[in-house]
């Protein structure tokens, strides 16, 4: 180490044998390592036999620790910042330390590592040359339905983050969002003893963990849409828009309009509701 920096030190997800070289020549060379949780990052360092000073950063004193790492740079200290578990800042806080580091004209020196994200991924077996990251997915409301609808459309893959008891809904709710036909891989306690991959389609994944007992960590993979489901899409637009105005004809109303639209045709909950709305304005 050289001038002070703020190092962003990736550890392992579950195998602590994926820890690198690099990491912990930089953990043991630090002068204060920033955990999420001190007491699951203190089981690390004891086991790498490493004792530098650990100091807690997490999502409730964030504003303050920016400060401090700041304040320990210009005293010429180095510091590493670490995650539980991974590469930091992905769904994990962080990212305001960084850019007040930034801010303030330090360096910021990524030591790349494991990433559940990348490692469900490429195991995945579903094309992956281009993808958006989500995170954890809203609990409800506008925002996880604008996200449904996004991963829905896009024809990039979808990779999210998922508690084990929110599995199922999630699974039964990309399914009715995006096809029961939409391939999906969901990865399960990455790297470590019982790691496990369940790869098909929604609407299997949908049944699966319907009811299941599912723990450990989740990592979500699911398939973009492909140009034959997007022009199927405009066919069954045109479709749906017939049934619409048929229906609205016998007096039913836009809301039960687009709840018979998902039945019959099986399209997604925003597009069955602008159907019928379009349609009603257009009666």
């Keep these: 180490m050289t001038s002070p920096s703020l190092y962003v030190v990736s550890t392992p997800i579950g195998n602590l044998g994926d820890i690198t070289r690099r990491a912990v020549d930089t953990l043991r060379a630090a002068d204060v390592v920033l955990a999420e949780d001190t007491r699951r990052t203190g089981m690390l360092l004891r086991h790498l036999e490493i004792q530098t000073r650990l100091v807690s950063a997490h999502e409730h004193n964030e504003a303050s620790r920016a400060t401090l790492v700041v304040e320990m740079l210009r005293e010429g200290k180095n510091v590493a ?5 991974g590469t930091p800042l992905l769904s994990d806080p962080g990212a305001r330390i960084v850019r007040e580091v930034v801010a303030a004209g330090f360096p910021v020196v990524p030591i790349p590592g494991a990433s559940a ?3 469900a991924l490429v195991a995945s077996g579903i094309e992956a040359e281009r993808f958006t990251f ?3 997915p809203p609990r409800k409301g506008p925002e996880r339905a ?6 829905a459309s896009s024809p ?3 990779v999210l983050y998922e508690s084990p008891n929110r599995l199922g809904r999630l699974m039964a709710d990309l399914a009715e969002a995006a096809g029961g036909e939409r391939r999906v891989a969901v990865a399960r306690e990455l790297t470590k003893l019982h790691e496990e991959f369940f790869r098909g389609t929604l609407a299997e994944a949908a049944a699966r963990y319907a009811d299941a007992e599912v723990l450990g960590e989740i990592v979500v993979v699911v398939a973009g849409r492909t140009a034959d489901a ?4 405009e066919v069954d637009a045109l479709a ?6 048929a229906l609205l004809s016998q007096g039913q109303s836009p809301s039960a309009v687009a709840k018979e639209l998902r039945r019959r045709l099986g399209i997604s ?15």
Excluded: C, T
């Design 81 to 85: 910042l670490v995650s539980d578990a």
């Design 230 to 233: 997007a022009a199927e899409g």
């Design 146 to 151: 604008e996200m449904l609808e996004e991963i």
């Design 117 to 119: 994200l990348l490692s």
């Design 269 to 283: 909950r925003n597009d069955a509701y602008r159907i019928a709305q379009d349609a009603a304005e257009e009666s």
């Design 134 to 136: 989500f995170g954890f």
């Design 240 to 245: 749906a828009d017939a049934v619409a105005k």
């Design 156 to 158: 990039r893959a979808s």
